[in-house]
């Protein structure tokens, strides 16, 4: 039996990781012991040490964000909305359609669960009624009944539709309009995006949900909605109708399963109990394989371990290394840029994602070391559990007798686990740097290396 609590938020920091720090705060009174059970197994199935420092206190970190993340299951809208019902003298139903009338909160920010795959999903809501019978609820209010529902395992169609329901159970009004901007971190299909630097890091979708008089989605009041919402970059035309069947908004729907480790699956559909799902409702009859696989995208991978260790055999011939003859004077920078990469947290059991640059220098006359060899490598250390800083210094520890010895690695990550704790959202990046040889002290080399990573890397 291992001590959770022997370690405290210094072994975090021991790691040199202090971006993913947990402040003991929440969640006393409810048992995780089942979740972190079951988490225990998990990281046992993917190879690792669950006494291992870093990720000694990850069952218990992941129980608790899960928990925190689906509080909405012991939630009631209801008792929400009628707490906060204010009688209102000026608003009269029969003037319905006047775009005076309609009340709308917009860029209410929140993440919520994918019910396909488990990952946290973050969206921006909009959301808006048009009162009637003289009573208007409290706005506050529109943002908590929206995050009853968020705080569940959901799909971005069916969260509009209850909080679109929920609201206009309890309002009562003329109508309610709610409209959803979803992005979804999206998933590495290792077999078929593995090298392809154009696979996007994020999947978005825009759905809409109303009733009364937005219950026609053609209904000239929501003209109004959209008219209001126009600023913000959102347009009628783009919002999602009812896709077909093949097409799907979380990409683990779309990628095949193949096998699974039926303890894993065990393991999570007993997680998704624990927390107050029912395994065997409809949408969720997949999601345990599904967690799985991606899970497993970050077991010790023997396969990409094979290629590269050949890719670096042949690598060392074409090396750079010089025996000191060429003098710094005649040789150039030489910036490989947007790497992609994909990697899982090791405190959270969440994913990030970025891009990598390496910087080294080139004796004149030699060809610079082939890209893939250097992406094969930033796999290699992406497909695990990890943290960002340990990826940074593995791939410039690794990279470094390839390429001559002097090498300045940069990593631009987005942390899923940092948006789904509310400290960011989806977009914004963490940056690390490693650097080695003359990098260390030659400020004007490092300066001219960050200067040619373009602004707008896209995550
Ligand atoms: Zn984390
Ligand atoms: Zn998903």
């Not at 947990?22 to 190879?47: C, H, P, Q, R, W």
């Not at 509080?71 to 006047?98: C, M, N, W």
């Not at 971190?185 to 999947?203: C, M, Q």
């Not at 600023?231 to 009812?242: F, L, S």
């Amino acid at each position: 039996m291992e001590h959770l609590g022997q370690y405290d938020l210094n072994c975090d920091l021991k790691n040199g990781v202090n971006m993913c720090c947990d402040e003991e705060s929440f969640v006393k009174e409810i048992n995780t012991t089942s979740i972190e059970y079951a988490v225990k197994v998990l990281l046992m199935d993917l190879g690792e040490d669950i006494n291992r420092e870093g990720i000694i206190k990850t069952p218990h970190r992941v129980a608790k964000a899960l928990f925190e993340g689906t509080r909405g299951y012991k939630q009631s809208a209801k008792e929400i909305v009628e707490g906060a019902l204010f009688p209102e003298a000026g608003v009269d139903s029969t003037k319905v359609g006047h775009a005076g009338e309609l009340v709308i909160v917009r860029d209410l920010e929140f993440y919520s669960y994918c019910e396909s795959c488990m990952l946290p999903f973050y969206f921006k809501c909009h959301v808006g009624y048009v009162p009637s019978g003289q009573r208007v609820l409290g706005l506050s209010k529109l943002s908590r009944v929206t995050n009853v529902f968020a705080k569940r395992f959901q799909e971005p169609q069916r969260l509009a539709n209850e909080v679109c329901s929920a609201l206009h159970q309890g309002i009562e009004p003329a109508g309610v309009a709610v409209v959803l901007q979803c992005t979804h971190i999206n998933i590495p299909d290792t077999e078929s995006n593995f090298f392809d630097s154009n696979h996007k890091g994020l999947v978005e979708t825009l759905v809409s949900s109303g009733s009364g008089v937005f219950e026609n989605n053609d209904a000239d009041t929501w003209g109004d909605v959209f008219g209001l919402l126009k600023v913000r970059g959102i347009d009628k035309d783009k919002v999602h109708v009812k896709r077909s069947l093949d097409q799907h908004w979380c990409p683990s729907l779309s990628s095949k399963i193949g096998e699974i480790n039926p303890i894993m699956i065990t393991a999570v559909s007993s997680i998704l109990k624990s927390l107050g799902e029912d395994p065997i409702r409809k949408e969720l009859v997949g999601t345990p394989s599904r967690y799985a696989k991606w899970l497993m995208n970050f077991q010790y991978c023997n396969d990409i371990y094979v290629k590269l260790n050949g890719s670096l055999r042949s690598g060392v011939d074409d090396s750079l290394h010089t025996n000191g003859e060429v003098s710094f004077d005649d040789k150039e920078l030489h910036s490989d840029l947007n790497l992609p990469f994909w990697s899982q947290c090791e405190h959270h059991l969440l994913p990030f994602h970025g891009v990598v640059h390496i910087g080294y220098f080139i004796p004149k006359g030699f060809h610079p070391v082939e890209k893939s060899l250097l992406q094969s490598i930033v796999h290699f250390y992406g497909f695990k559990l990890q943290v960002q800083e340990r990826l940074t210094k593995q791939i410039a520890e690794t990279v470094s007798p390839l390429l001559g010895g002097n090498v300045i690695v940069v990593v631009e990550a987005s942390h899923t686990c940092m948006i789904s704790r509310g400290i960011e959202k989806f977009g914004s990046n963490t940056s690390t740097i490693a650097v080695l040889g003359r990098f260390s002290t030659d400020l004007a080399a490092r300066t001219s290396f960050l200067e040619s990573i373009p602004n707008a890397t896209s995550l």
